[in-house]
């Protein structure tokens, strides 16, 4: 599906960014093979405390619903409540971001795509 190219997903991305959503983390498309050699992209959410490096894609090659993934860490992060909070904070706009993906993916594919 073309919604998944670097330059839908750049763009898509921008437009996010653009909103103005309260986000000291970095977020970025990173190229992706994606199947027959296609120009996909994987967009990356980086969370500088505590280090978190997080993906969102398609839950499936053809799926139209988001998925959010933490990558493994390699040893546990132990934080006190405010690092917390502002962890969940920095989560919620990753969340939104998630949403935001589908909604375009999904209006990308029309109304008739489940």
Not at 79 to 105: G, I, M, R
């Amino acid at each position: 599906m073309s919604f998944r190219s670097m330059r839908t997903l750049e763009s898509w991305v921008d437009e996010f960014v653009e909103l103005g959503y309260e986000f000291s983390g970095q977020v970025r498309v990173v190229p992706q093979d994606g199947a027959d050699d296609a120009n996909t992209g994987l967009v990356v959410v980086s969370v500088a405390d505590p280090a978190t490096v997080i993906t969102i894609q398609p839950e499936s090659r053809d799926a139209l619903r988001w998925m959010v993934t933490l990558e493994p860490r390699e040893v546990a992060a132990s934080l006190p409540s405010p690092q917390v909070l502002n962890f969940a904070a920095e989560l919620s706009v990753v969340a939104a971001l998630c949403a935001f993906l589908q909604a375009k993916s999904q209006g990308f594919a029309g109304p008739d795509v489940p």
